[in-house]
């Protein structure tokens, strides 16, 4: 394993325990709620967006599953905040593509911050679902808004 595997590993480790936007805000104003799960491994999450007209003001989320699922989530929630939806949009799509790509596309760091660190995930297509599903609940919690 390389230097920047174990230290990509020791963020997504990170971040599974100090969860970013964990613990679900009142439903207040123009906001929207999505509950996804991963039938396979039973990860659950349930993400609650809070828009200002077309910005995204507040993104929080509840859960529990596997570390990668937790850790995608909590990363999603950093870099997220304060974006418009169709920049949300936009970066979920690429987000996507990258880690159906089975290694093929990297997730750029200086576009996706700390969920760079999920690149490895999409050698592994059993993990993709994992990662992308706070992902997918904010595109549907977005859709719904």
Not at 8 to 30: C, P, V
Request: charged content about 25%; some cysteine; glycine content about 10%.
């Amino acid at each position: 394993m390389s230097s920047l595997d174990g230290l990509y590993q020791e963020l997504i480790l990170d971040h599974s325990k100090a969860r970013d936007g964990f613990g679900l805000a009142a439903e207040e104003g123009a906001c929207a709620t999505s509950h996804q799960r991963n039938p396979i491994c039973g990860d659950e999450i349930t993400l609650r967006v809070r828009l200002d007209g077309e910005t995204i003001r507040d993104v929080t989320w509840e859960g529990a599953g596997c570390s990668i699922s937790q850790a995608s989530a909590s990363m999603l929630t950093g870099l997220i905040d304060g974006v418009d939806r169709s920049t949300a949009t936009a970066v979920i799509g690429r987000f996507r593509e990258a880690l159906r790509s089975r290694g093929t596309i990297e997730l750029d760091e200086d576009e996706f911050g700390d969920a760079a660190a999920l690149n490895g995930v999409s050698k592994f297509t059993a993990r993709v679902k994992c990662a992308m599903l706070a992902w997918v609940a904010l595109e549907d919690a977005l859709a719904r808004a």
